[in-house]
């Protein structure tokens, strides 16, 4: 993981500038939303809600009726 002198990390500036497709790039690629810069602050306090609802939604899946499995390096 690459960040600059203050922490942040590239899902950081994807989510400061609310790029969709930069944030969903990064999060499919396993980027940690909870990774603090300097100053405590998560890339997940900036990413749109809608963002991470579709986001979420994709790392839940259905095996049968009875089983969710759930990706855990999506978060």
Do not use: W
Request: proline content about 5%; hydrophobic content about 30%; aromatic content about 8%.
């Amino acid at each position: 993981m690459t960040s600059c002198g203050q922490g942040n990390t590239p899902l950081h500036y994807a989510a400061r500038e609310s790029c969709r497709e930069a944030i969903t790039l990064f999060l499919k690629h396993g980027s940690c939303i909870g990774y603090m810069n300097r100053f405590n602050e998560p890339p997940i306090a900036q990413i749109p809600t809608n963002t991470l609802l579709e986001h979420f939604d994709n790392c839940v899946q259905l095996k049968d009726e009875s089983c969710l499995l759930y990706t855990s390096r999506c978060v």
